[in-house]
T-cell receptor, first 114, second 112 residues
Framework: NAGVTQTPKFQVLKTGQSMTLQCAQD?????MSWYRQDPGMGLRLIHY???????DQGEVPNGYNVSRSTTEDFPLRLLSAAPSQTSVYFC?????????????FGSGTRLTVV | GIQVEQSPPDLILQEGANSTLRCNFS?????LQWFHQNPWGQLINLFY???GTKQNGRLSATTVATERYSLLYISSSQTTDSGVYFC??????????????FGKGTKLSVKP
């Protein structure tokens, strides 16, 4: 099925551990992004990419790294997990310059850092 | 940066009622989208509507770009309409093309 696939769906980490959240899309979209959702805060942009080899920071990038080696994949790495990174993470993609065709979101990863 | 404000923050309806959700934004935008997040957390794109009016079944949306607001109408609400409705906007310039800025959402509960 076409769309955005995120793995894992749930994850519990200990403070200081590192991990990678995976995101893959099969729609040949150039633009991909990562958001985090916290209660009462809406969605906030972490990092984004306008194409393979190009990434940039969003509103809340600290503690996260990204890379875009292929059009399909856009992994998000937590370098040293902290309780403040407990959140639901969403990956999104869109086609066309400036994302004029609407966004497709993955189903989310619920991360708990203890 | 652009500010996005949604109202009301919470809304409780009886099944069959109509409702209007509002989104105000602080600057001119090239992109405005409405999303529904269902109780299981899935985000679904409802409308891409930077200006004008669109309709999809019981849902319709209107954006008045010159006055910097958008409205989402839900008619004959059903329990499956429950969830959180987000408005998101973007302004295209330089390296920030396509970055959506989200409001905090309107939580809708439809009672049977």
């Amino acid at each position: 099925n076409a769309g955005v696939t995120q793995t894992p769906k749930f994850q519990v980490l200990k403070t200081g551990q590192s991990m990678t959240l995976q995101c893959a899309q099969d729609m040949n979209h150039e633009y991909m992004s990562w958001y985090r959702q916290d209660p009462g805060m809406g969605l906030r942009l972490i990092h984004y990419s306008v194409g393979a080899g190009i990434t940039d920071q969003g509103e809340v990038p600290n503690g996260y790294n990204v890379s875009r080696s292929t059009t399909e994949d856009f992994p998000l790495r937590l370098l040293s997990a902290a309780p403040s990174q407990t959140s639901v993470y969403f990956c999104a993609s869109s086609s066309g310059q400036g994302a004029v065709y609407g966004y497709t979101f993955g189903s989310g990863t619920r991360l708990t850092v203890v | 940066g652009i500010q996005v404000e949604q109202s009301p923050p919470d809304l409780i309806l009886q099944e069959g009622a109509n409702s209007t959700l509002r989104c105000n934004f602080s600057d001119s935008v090239n992109n405005l989208q409405w999303f529904h997040q269902n109780p299981w957390g899935q985000l679904i794109n409802l409308f891409y509507i930077p200006s004008g009016t669109k309709q999809n079944g019981r849902l319709s949306a209107t954006t008045v770009a010159t006055e910097r607001y958008s409205l989402l109408y839900i008619s004959s609400s059903q329990t499956t309409d429950s969830g959180v409705y987000f408005c998101a906007v973007a302004l295209f310039y330089g390296g920030s093309q396509g970055n959506l800025i989200f409001g905090k959402g309107t939580k809708l509960s439809v009672k049977p």
